[in-house]
DNA sequence: CTGAAAGTTGAACCGAGTTTCAACTTGGAA
DNA sequence: TTCCAAGTTGAAACTCGGTTCAACTTTCAG
């Protein structure tokens, strides 16, 4: 799992802890992964630095080499899977269709990834609690950006507006429990069939 | 905050420690509120038992009196929170008006409670790594629900099916990110006018 | 080959928070 | 008034896990 997780570089704070060479670069990067597991499996409560340390296949003090806490390296990785979040979606994005039909495509998207990474939610959602900061930060840009995707639709008159911040937080809402039901619960359903209920949702509505 | 969340009697598990005075209950009933309010604020994690002791003025062994442990009391919360916002939607169920109209007033009435009670979204989602099979049964409720009532619309000619079980984890969803956007975050915005918002989404879609 | 910088190690330190428990208080029934 | 079950108390035992650090190993430039 999770063999991407890593960024070329971590942010780490005003006391440098960056890795000088590739022996270190390789430790760091074992332990981001093995804290990406650990943190999906058990939560961040329940990992502790003894168990990500023992997983990565390091020593303990190692950990402290390259992070200054346990909380710095959950944020690091918070930030980490927003950003991947978002990578994952951009390219469908680009593809041709309506609007609407984009929306679709990034669901379907977004399920996909959810599918790969089942550890993406216990992440992002106990940062509501560990990193609040950077938990409201990830759902305000995914919001802002669905608003603002529905509005270019809007002016080229291919949905009904005003658009309003509700919508994003609708469709984001959404998305979101759509991904915990079907990418992370129920692993059968296929993706697309769930996609495409969704998207017949929002664009004619129930009645 | 908080005065109703405590249940008549509370479950406690195989060793008895119901309260047997009036005294008794008093005192659980104020362990019980301090500990919402305590969850509320500061998370699982970072309230003690200490802080909820303190908070309900009472000395620190008599928590044991009446819960086994602060895992216990967790669970016997999140239950308690889930049964509040079912009560609390329900009586506008029985009000007239189509199918999807009556979803309106149960986002609207979902609103007013995640106001009224903002602890709700920290304990709730916080189950995820402290009760997860309360967590789970919270959500599986609420999204059958849904799904039942849309049926009976669609029976009624009221909503376009086949109603599926995505549509009612995208609602779930959509309500439950209306409610901590508008609920919980921004609390000036009036609230009808994001159900509002939010209904003529479901109705007639965004094309 | 050599020295120094980078990296590694894990025992020990440390604070925090849960839980226990034996002594003490309260309240009401007989 | 007496007695006892129910309730209360808070110091202390206990557990757990994050963090430190001084000794040790590896790597590589000169």
Redesign the interface.
């Known amino acids: 799992m999770a063999g991407s997780v890593v960024p070329a570089t971590v942010a780490v704070g005003p006391a440098d802890k960056s890795p000088r060479t590739e022996r270190g670069r390789k430790t760091q990067r074992a332990l981001l992964d093995a804290a990406a597991a650990e943190f999906g499996e058990r939560?961040?409560?329940?990992s502790s630095v003894v168990s990500i340390t023992a997983r990565a296949g390091v020593a303990l003090g190692t950990f402290y080499t390259y992070f200054e806490s346990k909380d710095v390296l959950f944020r690091a990785l918070v930030r980490d899977m927003s950003d991947q979040v978002r990578d994952r979606v951009a390219p469908v994005l680009a593809e041709p269709g309506d609007a609407?039909a984009r929306e679709g495509a990034a669901l379907g998207a977004f399920l996909g990834f959810a599918r790969e990474h089942k550890e993406i939610y216990?992440i992002i959602?106990?940062a509501?609690?560990v990193a609040p900061d950077e938990w409201h930060r990830h759902y305000e840009r995914t919001?802002q950006r669905i608003v603002e995707r529905?509005r270019e639709?809007e002016a080229r008159g291919?949905?009904?507006g005003p658009i309003?911040?509700?919508?994003g937080?609708?469709?984001?809402?959404?998305?979101?429990?759509?991904g915990?039901?079907?990418g992370v619960q129920d692993c059968e359903r296929p993706l697309n069939e769930?996609a495409d209920?969704?998207n017949a949702?929002?664009?004619?509505?129930?009645?």
Chains 1, 2 share one sequence.
């Open positions: 939560g961040f409560h329940e609407i216990r959602d106990e509501e609690f919001a529905l639709g291919e949905v009904f309003d911040e509700v919508h937080w609708a469709l984001m809402g959404m998305n979101v429990f759509l915990l039901r079907f769930v209920i969704a949702l929002i664009r004619n509505g129930l009645a």
